[in-house]
């Protein structure tokens, strides 16, 4: 059973960092695609940023690039999201999501989702 399990979310001030981790067991790491989808209240979901670990590949959201870094640890089985420069715009809930079918995935290609982790930055 694959499962994801995202953590780090919580209350920032605009200008502030966060880390969040998503944690993957039950699935060939190293053959996986894992991303960061965010959804804010009543608007569509969004994928942020996604990294392939077939050939560590990356992709960014234009709304994130150059504040927000994507990385992987495969040791541990680990994926984070690097948040910095944060903006109220930024607030939403944020989940890992992942594949082993596709190279930096579009939304409806991930098969498999972790629960959100919110995100909240203040003005």
């Known amino acids: 059973e694959v499962q994801l399990q995202a953590s780090g979310g919580g209350l920032v001030q605009a200008g502030g960092s966060l880390r969040l981790s998503c944690a993957a067991s039950?699935?060939?790491?190293?053959?996986?695609?894992i991303g960061w989808v965010r959804q804010a209240p009543g608007k569509e979901r969004e994928g942020v940023a996604s990294f392939s670990h077939s050939d560590g590949s990356t992709y960014y959201a234009d709304s994130v690039k150059g504040r927000f870094t994507i990385s992987s640890d495969n040791a541990k089985k680990m994926v984070y999201l690097q948040m910095n420069s944060l903006k109220p715009e930024d607030t939403a809930v944020y989940y890992c999501?992942?594949?082993?079918?596709?190279?930096?995935?579009?939304?409806?290609?991930?098969?498999?989702w972790g629960q959100g982790t919110l995100v909240t930055v203040s003005s």
């Open positions: 999501a992942a594949t082993s079918d596709y190279d930096l995935p579009d939304l409806d290609e991930y098969d498999y």
């Open positions: 039950g699935l060939s790491f190293d053959d996986s695609s």
